[in-house]
C-alpha cells in the first residue's frame, strides 16, 4: 500500500486508552460477494457498522469511512487498521478528517484486537456463510445497536453507547 504509515510510528498515547483512537475492518461475506465495513473506537468499544454496496473498492470504501466518521470527526485522532487492498486509499481518510491511518504487521491481528474482538460478537448475530446481500439495513444496525448496548467489565458494567456519547458531549 502506498505512502503507508506502520503501527510503529503510532503515538505512545493511542494505547486503546485515550478517546479518539479508531480501528476499521472489513468482514467479508459468502463467496466474497458482499461487504461489512466495522469501525471501532478503542478507549469505549464502541461499533459502527455498514454494509457496504460496491465490496471492496478502495475509494468506495474510504468514502464510506468519512460519511460514517465526519460527525465525529473532532473524536477521530488515529485509525489503525490492516494492510488489506480496499484501504489503499488512506491518504483520502487521512485528509477528510485529520486523523492518520495507521497499518498493523502483516499477521499481527493483534495490533487491532478491538476490531477483531468487535468482528466476533457481529459473528454470533452474523455467521460465517452469509450472504450480507440477504441482510436488511436495518437488520445490520439493530447489530450494531446490540453489541453497543452490552455492557462491559472493562466500561465498569456500563455500556459502550452510553460511554461514547457521554464522551462527546
Known amino acids: 500500500i502506498p505512502e503507508r504509515v506502520s503501527t510503529h510510528e503510532r503515538p505512545a498515547e493511542s ?22 465495513l466495522t469501525l471501532c473506537e478503542r478507549s469505549r468499544n464502541y461499533l459502527i457498522m455498514e454494509r457496504l454496496p460496491h465490496g ?4 468506495k470504501v474510504a ?19 490492516d494492510n ?3 484501504f489503499r486509499s488512506h491518504r483520502k481518510i487521512t485528509e477528510a478528517l485529520k486523523a492518520t ?6 499477521y499481527a491481528s493483534w495490533q487491532k484486537g478491538s476490531i477483531e474482538n468487535m468482528n466476533k460478537l457481529i459473528r454470533q448475530y452474523i ?18 445497536l446490540k453489541i453497543n448496548r452490552r455492557p462491559r467489565e472493562k466500561l465498569n458494567f456500563s455500556t ?6 457521554r464522551l462527546l458531549l
Open 84 to 86: 488489506g487492498f480496499e
Open 63 to 81: 468514502d464510506a469511512v468519512i460519511r460514517l466518521l465526519y460527525p465525529y470527526r473532532k473524536n477521530v485522532l488515529t485509525i489503525t487498521t
Open 160 to 165: 459502550p453507547k452510553d460511554e461514547f456519547f
Open 15 to 36: 494505547d486503546g486508552r485515550r478517546f479518539g483512537d479508531w480501528e476499521m475492518d472489513t468482514i467479508v461475506g459468502k463467496g466474497q460477494k458482499s461487504v461489512i
Open 127 to 144: 455467521p460465517k456463510g452469509t450472504d450480507f446481500r440477504d441482510l436488511s439495513e436495518e437488520f445490520i444496525h439493530s447489530v450494531q
Open 101 to 106: 491511518v495507521y497499518f498493523a504487521d502483516s
Open 56 to 59: 471492496m473498492d478502495h475509494e
